[in-house]
């Protein structure tokens, strides 16, 4: 296998007036968690579908696992896996045979179909209720189930597309927790969607982030925190006198400041020692109780790159 | 490229089997058809359902019935239930999920079938044998075999063609039901027809050569099948069916 295993140029798909990819360049390193962020209807699916060869483009080219989807879109389907927006799961079928069929669809021999479906429904809780008809099952079970199938016959490579969409707090953790370390077991290069910002910062090695169909960003979450979100401190406390606000604003590490709910909170200009600032304020009177600081969380830089981007 | 089409054959069996049979209903549904069809007319016809020929073309007509509920289901179904995609998204052929699809539904419609013929057959024995083992005549059991696999192969296909292009699978076993109306036409057509040509009708059937008929009638029906299945592996396209 090739270092990277998605390689897009100028890859761009319309439908009649709307252009959901815009001449997106990207490039995945293989062996990695990639991370494809964007809000609802901006072009994640889309692009999933023209990586796997589903849809072709109508410009520009994506390159998987070193075979361009336009010509060879069957060897990059014979390659990799696919959870997709929804789990694709046969109902009326037992779990056991929801993967019986998947594993004969990769050609997985006999009896290593069989040890590989009891390993991975195992490793997901399901072995016990492998037997019961997938319908009656909870969301959380089927997607879990649905990842298993992902994974079946050993891709290099896997797209999930927000794979714990509308599963509760608890089973949307323990599925990431899942995804994590299944991941990191079998090595895969995994391209997952999500409008979930702390599920990509737990998972993503590098995420990209897009908007109608452009590319806003790509990076390590570190990355774009250092370069987009601005660290931010919160000082709990009484007494923000206009003088001690007037004082702090003419220092150099401040870039903003805001007085809500008896505190304030301040917008450092890069990583800013507090004890100055703290030192500034209480010179002028102010009774600090409680300093706090933080880092711009990923959601900051998202916020940050859609407001850039209305702009 | 078998071992493929045989893959999802096994799978689309399996959900035709569940849903079909896997309720108690289902299973009383399955008992009823082989009641009708396996005892009751050929109880009613006596030595004549093994006898004459023209059983041969109950059994052409049959297996639409059994076909048309599942062939509608196939393709639309399938994307009405969100696991089209996912079947799309697989290394699977195009040309492996069709004709997979279309010989299960195939095979589901000839098996019942056939069960009612030799169940038929049984029933004729039981209550007319008198002591001699009745059998279909050999060009009668083969013509059989023929009509039933020409019969399933072209409803299937007209109905996989139909599921393709629907939008759900309602709307697929409603172009379904108004195809039967068809079937129906040359029995109520000829009842339509003045008395005079009804009779010419009936003594040029009884003069005519029915083996020639039925092979003209095999062939048409086998080239029919072709169209429609040349036209189902034309339509089918990944993009097409994702997007509709």
Same mark, same amino acid.
């Given at each position: 296998?090739?270092?990277?295993?998605?390689?897009?140029?100028?890859?761009?798909?319309? $439908?009649?007036?709307?252009?959901?990819?815009?001449?997106?360049?990207?490039?995945?390193?293989?062996?990695?968690?990639?991370?494809?962020?964007?809000?609802?209807?901006?072009?994640?699916?889309?692009?999933?579908?023209?990586?796997?060869?589903?849809?072709?483009?109508?410009?520009?080219?994506?390159?998987?696992?070193?075979?361009?989807?336009?010509?060879?879109?069957?060897?990059?389907?014979?390659?990799?896996?696919?959870?997709?927006?929804?789990? *694709?799961?046969?109902?009326?079928?037992?779990?056991?045979?929801?993967?019986? $069929?998947?594993?004969?669809?990769?050609?997985?021999?006999?009896?290593?179909?069989?040890?590989?479906?009891?390993?991975?429904?195992?490793?997901?809780?399901?072995?016990?209720?492998?037997?019961?008809?997938?319908?009656?099952? /909870?969301?959380?079970?089927?997607?879990?189930?649905?990842?298993?199938?992902?994974?079946?016959?050993?891709?290099?490579?896997?797209?999930?597309? &927000?794979?714990?969409?509308?599963?509760?707090?608890?089973?949307?953790?323990?599925?990431? &927790?899942?995804?994590?370390?299944?991941?990191?077991?079998?090595?895969?290069?995994?391209?997952?969607?999500?409008?979930?910002?702390?599920?990509?910062?737990?998972?993503?090695?590098?995420?990209?982030?897009?908007?109608?169909?452009?590319?806003?960003?790509?990076?390590?979450?570190?990355? !774009?925190?250092? *370069?987009?979100?601005?660290?931010?401190?919160?000082?709990?406390?009484?007494? $923000?006198?206009?003088?001690? !606000?007037?004082?702090?604003?003419?220092?150099?590490?401040?870039?903003?400041?805001?007085?809500?709910? *008896?505190?304030?909170?301040?917008?450092?200009?890069?990583?800013?020692?507090?004890?100055?600032?703290? /030192?500034?304020?209480?010179?002028?009177?102010?009774?600090? &109780?409680?300093?706090?600081? *933080?880092?711009?969380?990923?959601?900051?830089?998202?916020?940050?790159?859609?407001?850039?981007?209305?702009? | 490229?078998?071992?493929?089409?045989?893959?999802?054959?096994?799978?689309?069996?399996?959900?035709?089997?569940?849903?079909?049979?896997?309720?108690?209903?289902?299973?009383?549904?399955?008992?009823?058809?082989?009641?009708?069809?396996?005892?009751?007319?050929?109880?009613?016809?006596?030595?004549?359902? #093994?006898?004459?020929?023209?059983?041969?073309?109950?059994?052409?007509?049959?297996?639409?019935?059994?076909?048309?509920?599942?062939?509608?289901?196939?393709?639309?179904?399938?994307?009405?239930?969100?696991?089209?995609?996912?079947?799309?998204?697989?290394?699977?052929?195009?040309?492996?999920?069709?004709?997979?699809?279309? =010989?299960?539904?195939?095979?589901?419609?000839?098996?019942?079938?056939?069960?009612?013929?030799?169940?038929?057959?049984?029933?004729?024995?039981?209550?007319?044998?008198?002591?001699?083992?009745?059998?279909?005549?050999?060009?009668?059991?083969?013509?059989?075999?023929?009509?039933?696999?020409?019969?399933?192969?072209?409803?299937?296909?007209?109905?996989?063609?139909?599921?393709?292009?629907?939008?759900?699978?309602?709307?697929?076993?409603?172009?379904?039901?108004?195809?039967?109306?068809?079937?129906?036409?040359?029995?109520?057509?000829?009842?339509?027809?003045?008395?005079?040509?009804?009779?010419?009708?009936?003594?040029?059937?009884?003069?005519?050569?029915?083996?020639?008929?039925?092979?003209?009638?095999?062939?048409? #029906?086998? #080239?029919?099948?072709?169209? =429609?299945?040349?036209?189902?592996?034309?339509?089918?396209?990944?993009?097409?069916?994702?997007?509709?």
């Amino acid at each position: 296998m090739t270092d990277i295993a998605i390689h897009t140029e100028n890859l761009t798909r319309d $439908f009649k007036t709307v252009r959901a990819v815009d001449a997106l360049t990207l490039a995945v390193p293989a062996g990695i968690v990639f991370g494809f962020l964007g809000p609802n209807g901006s072009g994640k699916t889309t692009t999933i579908r023209l990586l796997l060869g589903l849809l072709e483009p109508t410009t520009g080219q994506a390159v998987v696992l070193g075979h361009d989807t336009r010509t060879h879109a069957d060897a990059v389907r014979a390659q990799a896996g696919a959870l997709l927006e929804h789990h *694709g799961l046969y109902e009326r079928l037992s779990a056991e045979d929801n993967l019986e $069929f998947y594993g004969r669809v990769w050609r997985l021999p006999g009896p290593e179909r069989a040890a590989r479906i009891k390993e991975l429904l195992t490793q997901t809780g399901l072995w016990d209720r492998r037997r019961e008809t997938v319908g009656g099952w /909870s969301r959380g079970m089927k997607q879990k189930l649905a990842v298993a199938r992902t994974l079946l016959h050993r891709p290099p490579l896997v797209f999930l597309d &927000e794979p714990t969409a509308g599963l509760d707090p608890v089973a949307a953790a323990e599925l990431r &927790e899942q995804l994590a370390a299944l991941a990191a077991r079998e090595g895969v290069t995994v391209f997952l969607t999500t409008h979930n910002l702390t599920e990509a910062e737990k998972l993503c090695a590098r995420v990209a982030v897009i908007r109608q169909g452009r590319l806003l960003a790509v990076g390590h979450p570190d990355e !774009l925190r250092r *370069g987009r979100g601005r660290p931010q401190a919160e000082v709990i406390g009484r007494n $923000f006198s206009e003088a001690a !606000l007037a004082a702090l604003r003419a220092r150099p590490e401040v870039a903003g400041l805001e007085v809500k709910d *008896g505190g304030l909170a301040i917008d450092l200009q890069a990583e800013a020692e507090m004890a100055p600032l703290v /030192s500034v304020l209480v010179q002028h009177g102010v009774q600090v &109780e409680e300093v706090r600081k *933080g880092k711009a969380s990923l959601e900051d830089v998202f916020l940050t790159l859609m407001e850039e981007e209305q702009k | 490229m078998m071992s493929d089409i045989w893959t999802v054959m096994r799978k689309e069996l399996k959900e035709i089997i569940t849903l079909g049979g896997g309720s108690r209903g289902g299973k009383f549904s399955y008992l009823i058809v082989l009641g009708v069809f396996g005892v009751f007319v050929p109880w009613q016809s006596g030595r004549a359902w #093994v006898e004459s020929p023209m059983v041969v073309a109950l059994w052409a007509w049959l297996p639409y019935f059994y076909t048309a509920t599942w062939v509608a289901d196939s393709f639309a179904g399938e994307r009405e239930r969100h696991t089209l995609e996912t079947l799309l998204a697989s290394r699977l052929s195009d040309r492996a999920i069709l004709l997979g699809k279309l =010989l299960a539904i195939m095979t589901y419609a000839c098996g019942l079938v056939w069960s009612m013929a030799v169940i038929g057959l049984i029933t004729v024995n039981v209550g007319f044998g008198q002591g001699t083992l009745l059998l279909y005549p050999p060009a009668t059991a083969v013509a059989m075999v023929v009509a039933t696999v020409l019969g399933s192969g072209l409803a299937a296909s007209a109905g996989i063609l139909i599921s393709l292009r629907a939008a759900t699978a309602r709307q697929a076993a409603q172009t379904m039901s108004l195809l039967i109306f068809f079937l129906f036409i040359p029995i109520f057509g000829l009842q339509l027809l003045p008395a005079e040509t009804q009779a010419q009708v009936s003594l040029w059937l009884e003069q005519a050569d029915l083996a020639q008929i039925g092979l003209l009638a095999g062939g048409i #029906v086998l #080239v029919l099948d072709g169209v =429609l299945l040349a036209a189902a592996l034309a339509r089918f396209q990944r993009a097409r069916l994702i997007l509709d």
